[in-house]
């Protein structure tokens, strides 16, 4: 069973910052798009950023310019840089690892998720 370990939500006042951390198997990591999702409460859960094995990344138009994604492949880690927090932010944060096989199935693992609550 593939875990993937997150550490770092919290409370945090409009305008604040959290670093999100979220460590993966080295098997994984290497050769897995890392991505961060999203579920507030009544809502489906939504990409919030993903970045590839080549660095690549991508974003939610709602967290451009706030929030940065980031990998470390010393420590089998990605990251989740949140500056500029609004109360529209809170929500349970997951880590997701992802690839396509050679036949086009997708694999994906999550994590359990970690609480951010922006409000003051």
């Known amino acids: 069973q593939v875990q993937l370990v997150e550490s770092g939500g919290g409370l945090v006042q409009p305008g604040g910052s959290l670093r999100l951390s979220c460590a993966a198997p080295?098997?994984?990591?290497?050769?897995?798009?890392m991505g961060w999702y999203r579920q507030a409460p009544g809502k489906q859960r939504d990409l919030v950023a993903a970045?590839?094995?080549?660095?690549?990344?991508n974003y939610a138009d709602s967290v451009k310019g706030r929030f940065t994604i980031s990998r470390d492949y010393s420590k089998n880690t990605v990251y989740l840089q949140m500056n500029s927090l609004k109360p529209e932010d809170t929500a349970v944060y997951y880590c997701?690892?992802?690839?396509?096989?050679?036949?086009?199935?997708?694999?994906?693992?999550w994590g359990l998720g970690t609480q951010v609550t922006v409000s003051s």
């Open positions: 080295g098997s994984i990591f290497s050769v897995y798009t």
């Open positions: 997701n690892a992802r690839r396509y096989t050679w036949s086009n199935s997708l694999l994906q693992y």
């Open positions: 970045i590839n094995s080549g660095g690549n990344t």
